[in-house]
């Protein structure tokens, strides 16, 4: 069954180093986010990607956050001077389409320790 | 703003009974979709089951249910015959969609831990 894959499962990094989580979408989607979940919260939408460039953000995907699609198969986050508040488990997900009967189908997430 | 309301942090079940899992949901928009996701302790969020505003008939995935009720805006999860692999967090969500763009995001709630005793 396919499934969405990211790496690394866990990553620790001291506060302000850049990170680049990644993630392997299904390979017919065309619709790709990333989702964000802090300790004991709720999920929280961070961005949408299609067609190359972003659809929408939320208010936390500020100018340290960047999304990219480096090639045909991957999916990146970038976090570029990550803060403590940036701890976080971090979930890929794509679709192959937007609107009503459409599914997001989640990766098992990278879970950021920064200290 | 659309908003999702789980009112229960935590269930507990026997194995083999069923147990319901309470939504609430609050949006204006005439289209939408509800989705239940499982989150087991390994941290994965793994996709159950979807109900369209639009679909007259519950939506139904093996021995999951999803109790729709439009007018009262609940979408509540029943699983039926509950394993020791149901013990998980439960999240209700609702695709909420942008105005330009043709994306969307789900909108989640604050989840329900399940747990089923043996």
């Known amino acids: 069954e396919p499934e969405v894959t990211q790496t690394p499962s866990h990553q620790v990094t001291q506060m302000g180093q850049e990170v680049i989580l990644r993630c392997v979408p299904i390979?017919?989607?065309?619709?790709f986010y990333w989702y964000r979940q802090i300790l004991g919260q709720k999920v929280e939408f961070l961005v949408s990607?299609?067609?190359?460039?972003?659809?929408?953000k939320s208010e936390i995907f500020d100018d340290q956050f960047s999304v990219e699609r480096p090639d045909g198969s991957n999916f990146t986050l970038k976090i570029r001077s990550t803060k403590l508040e940036d701890s976080a488990m971090y979930f890929c997900?794509?679709?192959?389409?937007?609107?009503?009967?459409?599914?997001?189908?989640f990766g098992a997430g990278t879970r950021l320790s920064v200290l | 703003a659309q908003k999702i309301t789980q009112t229960q942090p935590g269930m507990f079940v026997q194995e083999k009974e069923a147990v319901t899992l309470d939504c609430t949901y609050d949006?204006?928009?005439?289209?939408?979709?509800l989705f239940w996701y499982k989150q087991p302790s390994s941290g994965e969020m793994i996709f159950l089951i979807y109900?369209?505003?639009?679909?007259?008939q519950n939506a139904t995935e093996g021995r999951y249910s999803l109790n729709f009720q439009k007018a009262r805006k609940s979408a509540n999860l029943v699983i039926s015959a509950s394993q020791l692999g149901d013990s998980a967090m439960y999240f209700c969500?609702?695709?909420?969609?942008?105005?330009?763009?043709?994306?969307?995001?789900?909108?989640f709630g604050k989840g329900t831990k399940l747990t089923v005793n043996p």
């Open positions: 390979s017919n989607h065309l619709y």
């Open positions: 990607f299609y067609n190359n460039e972003i659809s929408e």
């Open positions: 997900a794509s679709s192959g389409s937007s609107g009503y009967k459409n599914i997001q189908y």
């Open positions: 109900q369209g505003s639009y679909d007259e």
């Open positions: 949006t204006s928009d005439q289209s939408y979709g």
């Open positions: 969500a609702m695709r909420v969609d942008f105005t330009q763009g043709g994306s969307e995001k789900l909108v």
